[in-house]
T-cell receptor
Framework: KAGVTQTPRYLIKTRGQQVTLSCSPI?????VSWYQQTPGQGLQFLFE???????NKGNFPGRFSGRQFSNSRSEMNVSTLELGDSALYLC?????????????FGEGSRLTVL | QQQVKQSPQSLIVQKGGISIINCAYENTAFDYFPWYQQFPGKGPALLIA?????SEKKEGRFTISFNKSAKQFSLHIMDSQPGDSATYFC????????????FGTGTRLQVFP
């Protein structure tokens, strides 16, 4: 079974630009979550989608948005990029209803904002 | 109240030794406590998890000890191996919300031969 796939793996943007990151969950997983990982703040929850609906949202500004498609694939968008948005963005999928509660993470998209 | 505090920030252990990482939380609504392991260049992967109805859970060399009254839980790695060198994150979640994990700040473990 293929794991969680994130694209692109690396990207460099400049301040003020916008970026879109893509995530393909494990086949059969309908829940997709996004996390931001930075050395200073660690892993922080961005949002979670299930059946194309945002179920949870973390404490990030409105510049951070996401969506989920009918095939469970998800995208997140960051507009008006700031230097502080430089981070590893991790996508995770899970099988809703599983008792384990396990999140399966992708390898992340590393964003550098110059 | 949503924080999970993790210590130490880094840990150096000799091969065969015991690695111990501690976490503490405030929110008594948390009922799911996983530990994730992350290798460089990879995403975190679930190592072991516990719910508050048990005080200990063991899987191979990895054990979670849970103290509900103290609101603390810890990861013990027995017979630590160089292959265990990674960053470990504790986390917590409230009921029916295990996709929204509150992570600790991580512990970088280095196991030397």
């Amino acid at each position: 079974k293929a794991g969680v796939t994130q694209t692109p793996r690396y990207l460099i943007k400049t301040r003020g630009q916008q970026v879109t990151l893509s995530c393909s969950p494990i086949s059969g997983h309908r829940s997709v979550s996004w996390y931001q990982q930075t050395p200073g703040q660690g892993l922080q929850f961005l949002f979670e989608y299930f059946s194309e609906t945002q179920r949870n949202k973390g404490n990030f500004p409105g510049r951070f948005s996401g969506r989920q498609f009918s095939n469970s694939r998800s995208e997140m968008n960051v507009s008006t990029l700031e230097l502080g948005d430089s981070a590893l963005y991790l996508c995770a999928s899970s099988f809703v209803g599983a008792d384990t509660g396990e999140l399966f993470f992708g390898e992340g998209s590393r964003l550098t904002v110059l | 109240q949503q924080q999970v505090k993790q210590s130490p920030q880094s840990l150096i252990v000799q091969k065969g030794g015991i690695s111990i990482i501690n976490c503490a939380y405030e929110n008594t609504a948390f009922d799911y406590f996983p530990w994730y392991q992350q290798f460089p260049g990879k995403g975190p992967a679930l190592l072991i998890a516990i719910r508050p109805d048990v005080s200990e859970k063991k899987e191979g060399r990895f054990t979670i000890s849970f103290n509900k009254s103290a609101k603390q839980f810890s990861l013990h790695i027995m017979d630590s191996q160089p292959g265990d060198s990674a960053t470990y994150f504790c986390a917590a979640a409230i009921p029916h919300n295990t996709d929204k994990l509150i992570f600790g700040t991580g512990t970088r473990l280095q196991v030397f031969p």
